[in-house]
C-alpha cells in the first residue's frame, strides 16, 4: 500500500490522536503536579491510538493475532502511564510497561533472528544498566535492569524486522522500527533524568518522543491490515 492512499485511508482515524496529543502539550500540567485530570491528559492519546488499532480491523482470528498483540500492548502502556502520575507507583508502572513491550515483542516475532544486531543492542543495553546501577535501590535495583532487558528485546525485534537488502522492509515496518527507537530513547531519558542528573525540559522530551514512537508502533497495524485484505481478495477471484 503507497504512502498517500495510506493516509487517505487511515488519516482521519488518526485525528483523535493528533488532537489529543496537541491537548496535552496546550495545556500541559507539570509532572511535578499530579492528579486525575494529567492523568486523563497523559493517557489520551494512547487511548486514541487503541481505537485506531480496533478501527482497522479486529476478531479472535488468527489473521489479527498482529493488531491484538500490539493493541494489549497499548493497553499496559496505557495502565503504565496512568500508574507513573504518582511517582510512589513507580515500580508498578515499570511492570506494566513490561508487559506492554512482552506484547510488542510477540508481534513482532522472532524472524529473521538477526543475532549480530542482538549482540550490539545488548552491549549498549548492558552499558546503560552498569550506569544506573550505583544510583539505583530496593526493587528499582533488579527492576531496572530486566526492564532494560525486555525493551532492548523489543528493539532488536523492530529493527530485525526490517530488511533493507532483501526488499522484504514496508512503510510500516519502517513505522514501528522507528517508533521503538523513540520509545527506548524516551525511557532512556527518563532514567537519567530520574537517577543520574536533571534534565531541561525533561517532560516535553520524554513524552514528545513517547508519543511518537506509540504511533509509529501503532500504525503498524495497517500492513497487517492490508495483506488480509490482499489475501481476501485472492481468494474471491479464485
Known amino acids: ?14 485525528v483523535p490522536f493528533f488532537k489529543t496529543v496537541a491537548i496535552y502539550f496546550v495545556i500541559f500540567i507539570p509532572q511535578d503536579k499530579p492528579s486525575f485530570f494529567s492523568l486523563i491528559l497523559k493517557c489520551l492519546p494512547i487511548i486514541s491510538l487503541m481505537l485506531f488499532v480496533l478501527l482497522n480491523g479486529m476478531s479472535l482470528g488468527d489473521e489479527y493475532r498482529y493488531s ?41 516475532g522472532f524472524k529473521p533472528l538477526q543475532i549480530p544486531l542482538a549482540i550490539v543492542l545488548y552491549t549498549l543495553g548492558t552499558m546503560v544498566v552498569l550506569y544506573l546501577l550505583p544510583d539505583l535501590h530496593g526493587v528499582i535495583t533488579f527492576g531496572v535492569p530486566i526492564y532494560i532487558f525486555v525493551i532492548t ?14 526488499d522484504l522492509w514496508t512503510w ?11 520509545f527506548a530513547f524516551s525511557d532512556l531519558l527518563i532514567g537519567i533524568d530520574r537517577f543520574k542528573f536533571k534534565i531541561d525540559h525533561i517532560q516535553a522530551l520524554v513524552m514528545s518522543t513517547y508519543y511518537a514512537g506509540q504511533f509509529g508502533i501503532a500504525v503498524s ?17 479464485t
Request: with cysteine; proline share 1%; aromatic share 10%.
Open 172 to 182: 510500516s515496518k519502517l513505522c514501528s522500527c522507528a517508533g521503538s527507537i523513540l
Open 1 to 14: 500500500m503507497s504512502v498517500i492512499k495510506v493516509v487517505r485511508t487511515v488519516g482521519p482515524k488518526l
Open 153 to 166: 528485546m523489543m528493539l532488536w525485534r523492530a529493527i530485525a524486522r526490517v530488511q533493507f537488502f532483501e
Open 221 to 237: 497495524v495497517v500492513d497487517a491490515t492490508a495483506s488480509l485484505n490482499v489475501n481476501k481478495n485472492k481468494k474471491k477471484s
Open 68 to 108: 491484538r498483540r500490539i493493541l494489549t500492548g497499548l493497553i499496559f502502556c496505557c495502565i503504565g502511564d496512568a500508574l507513573l502520575i504518582w511517582n510512589q507507583y513507580f515500580d508498578l508502572g515499570m511492570l506494566a510497561f513490561i508487559i506492554g513491550h512482552l506484547q510488542y515483542i510477540l508481534a513482532f
